[in-house]
């Protein structure tokens, strides 16, 4: 059977035939990746700024990554969690010394580290905190993203994301998000709360950034209620925003550490994407023993979770993050990127605002949420050879690779300058 397909028509009708409409791509069929460029099938050549929603951390294909999976298929790709395998324990140890916690729970993707973060964290609230049965309650924010399954929908803002999928899961409650006297009130007021699940920065929301010390106050709340503060950092972690963690703040050493004083634990970290660069699906949850030795065997898990193939590939993808000193990168040419978003928006009315962390950005553009604006710059964009996606209407989402160098990020952004100020509404 021919498996690839040589024009960009052919691929979109094959997906939109035979595939479920559950997506809605822009019209570039990407045949290869290299670092920071993606090429269509044609052969042309783009800048990737979206990183595949930032598990591209470390470019696409990096070599590193590349071989520790070509290895590691070769000579032992899955055991089940029925065995031990000679790889699971030293990516155990090197994850959870790399982030600071005693245990790693592995999972596969974002959605799945979510749920088993909701697990893990009901389950302490019975068992530790002595909350009744059933009637555990975990905060979350309005606005969030936490990934697709039937419980994290329940929660979701978004009627899209939820509607007709319910009965809906009970047992969450929603604050506005960066509202700490909304926290504060519904941690003093309701009963049976076990823990607040938050991303540090709203990454598909629209890249909101909350106030400087929203992490920290609100994980100091949740510790005066016995609470447990559970970061969802799918998306913001592994350098993105300009360090290892957005819990970290403003700390941007190399390695990661506890003592900075900007760093604020979580007693529950879930990541995904970049943890294998965007080779494989991996996650994880991380947790000290307090709160992880809660779960015992047969309550938990996951067929490929854990799998030496994803071990690996993780293990190079995070010693990727630190050789190359990816936090740094981030942090610079985030300074540089949005330096330059603030230039060209005195430029122009057609752009309200730039905000973010790191290489965690995104414009905003001035027409309506329901305007087709925004996904008509990035089809302009697209034909200009830069990869970019609205979210939520009238917002762009801008993250590239942090592998990118400051001159390749000086071309995009003279790319963008030139697309918004010539553009045509
Ligand atoms: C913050 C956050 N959590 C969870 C998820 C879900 O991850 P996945 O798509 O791998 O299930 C995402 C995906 O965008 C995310 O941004």
Not at 121 to 136: D, F, L, Q, S, T
Not at 169 to 178: C, L, V
Not at 181 to 201: R, Y
Not at 318 to 340: C, H, I, Q, S, T
Request: proline letters at 4%; one cysteine or more; hydrophobic letters at 40%.
């Amino acid at each position: 059977m021919q498996t690839t397909i040589d024009t960009s028509d052919k691929a979109i009708d094959l997906e939109e035939r035979y595939g479920a409409h559950n997506y809605h791509p822009l019209p570039v069929v990407l045949a290869k990746g290299e670092g920071v460029y993606v090429w269509d099938v044609e052969g042309k050549k783009y800048f990737d700024f979206l990183s595949a929603y930032s598990a591209v951390n470390q470019g696409h294909c990096h070599p590193r990554i590349v071989n520790a999976l070509k290895e590691q298929a070769e000579t032992l790709t899955l055991t089940s969690r029925a065995f031990y395998n000679d790889v699971l324990g030293a990516y155990e140890k090197y994850v959870t010394g790399y982030f600071g916690f005693d245990k790693v729970l592995p999972m596969n993707t974002g959605a799945e580290a979510v749920e088993t973060a909701i697990k893990i964290c009901r389950k302490w609230g019975y068992e530790k905190k002595g909350v009744p049965e059933n009637e555990a309650r975990i905060i979350i924010c309005e606005n969030n993203f936490h990934g697709r399954t039937t419980t994290i929908v329940s929660f979701s803002s978004d009627e899209n994301a939820r509607k007709n999928f319910g009965p809906y899961t009970p047992g969450f409650i929603k604050i506005a998000y960066d509202d700490i006297d909304a926290l504060e009130k519904v941690l003093e007021s309701e009963k049976n709360v076990v823990g607040l699940l938050v991303e540090p920065i709203q990454g598909e929301a629209g890249v909101y950034t909350p106030a400087k010390d929203f992490v920290r106050r609100a994980q100091e709340a949740c510790h005066r209620h016995d609470t447990l503060f559970i970061a969802d950092e799918v998306q913001t972690g592994i350098a993105r925003t300009g360090s290892l963690l957005a819990c970290c703040g403003d700390c941007s050493c190399q390695e990661h550490c506890e003592r900075q004083p900007t760093y604020t634990k979580p007693d529950i970290l879930v990541l995904g994407k970049a943890l294998s660069g965007g080779v494989y699906p991996v996650s994880a949850v991380l947790a000290d023993d307090a709160v992880m030795n809660v779960i015992k065997p047969g309550q938990h898990g996951s067929t490929f979770g854990g799998n030496p193939l994803g071990c690996k590939v993780a293990i190079a993808a995070l010693d990727v993050v630190k050789d190359e000193k990816l936090m740094v990168n981030a942090r610079r040419l985030g300074e540089v990127f949005r330096e330059r978003m603030q230039q060209l928006i005195e430029k122009t009315d057609l752009i309200k605002l730039v905000r973010g962390k790191g290489l965690l950005n995104a414009i905003v553009v001035n027409d309506g949420p329901a305007s087709s604006t925004a996904w008509d710059l990035c089809v302009a964009l697209k034909e200009n050879g830069l990869l970019a996606k609205p979210t939520h209407g009238n917002i762009i989402r801008f993250a590239p690779p942090l592998v990118m160098t400051e001159d390749q990020l000086h071309e995009c952004c003279d790319i963008i300058q030139k697309v918004v100020l010539g553009f045509k509404k």
